[in-house]
Nanobody
């Protein structure tokens, strides 16, 4: 069983900063891609940033230059540093990981999601 636990959301004024964390726990063999997605009210979930196991990074155009994704493989954790926040960044943020789980002699990779954390940017 694998669990992803997010933390770090909250209310911040425009121009402020927040740092999100997402830690995976359980019978983990390896973690491949990690990422952050967000969903605003009435909108579809969208990609924010991803980071591969080799360190390749991809950002949505709307957050380039303001957000930074990073990972700590020893802690099975992915981070999202968000600076210069704007009201349009308001959304529920979800972490996502592709994790290989070993059960006996079988290894299976699946996608896992965090529970979501609310980020509200407002004055």
């Amino acid at each position: 069983q694998v669990q992803l636990v997010e933390s770090g959301g909250g209310l911040v004024q425009p121009g402020g900063s927040l740092r999100l964390s997402c830690a995976a726990s359980g019978s983990i063999s390896n973690i491949y891609n990690m990422g952050w997605y967000r969903q605003a009210p009435g909108k579809q979930r969208e990609l924010v940033a991803t980071i591969s196991s080799g360190g390749s990074i991809n950002y949505a155009d709307s957050v380039k230059g303001r957000f930074t994704i990073s990972r700590d493989n020893a802690k099975n954790t992915v981070y999202l540093q968000m600076n210069s926040l704007k009201p349009e960044d308001t959304a529920v943020y979800y972490c996502n990981m592709y994790i290989a789980v070993v059960a006996g002699s079988v290894s299976r990779m699946s996608a896992y999601w965090g529970q979501g954390t609310q980020v509200t940017v407002s004055s």
